[in-house]
């Protein structure tokens, strides 16, 4: 299991912005953002696989997210722009070893439950 660790969660006003981060302390081929609001399925926003560097985008996002990595190895930042309250949720950071979640199901990084490493979660919250 690769341990991550996330940060950067926190309030903003509808139309604001934010930065989330991302550090695998391990060997990943593939990491990538999700989020889960209460009562709603984990969903992904974005990933990269690191054998290539291409990064994926789910449809939602529509340009407002931007998916980088950090000056570290294994370092992934998530900025978030034109933020919305529907989009008030809790932020996981996943990592995949084998780089297969996001080919075995469907959309661009998959769906969560093949994602096997995730961190534990950061707050963002966006009011009206």
């Known amino acids: 299991q690769v341990p991550l660790v996330e940060s950067g969660g926190g309030s903003v006003q509808a139309g604001g912005s934010l930065t989330l981060s991302c550090i695998a302390t391990?060997?990943?081929?593939?990491m990538g953002w999700f989020r889960q609001a209460p009562g709603k399925k984990r969903e992904a926003i974005s990933c990269i696989d690191w054998s290539d560097e291409k990064i994926y985008y789910e449809d939602f996002i529509q340009g407002r997210f931007t998916l980088s990595r950090g000056i570290a190895d294994n370092t992934l930042n998530l900025q978030m722009n034109s933020l919305k309250p529907e989009e008030t949720a809790m932020y996981y950071c996943?990592?995949?070893?084998?780089?297969?979640?996001?080919?075995?199901?469907?959309?661009?990084?998959?769906?969560?439950?093949?994602?096997?490493?995730w961190g534990q979660g950061t707050q963002v919250t966006v009011s009206s």
């Open positions: 996943a990592a995949d070893p084998t780089g297969w979640a996001r080919l075995v199901s469907s959309g661009p990084c998959g769906v969560s439950t093949k994602w096997p490493d």
């Open positions: 391990g060997y990943t081929f593939c």
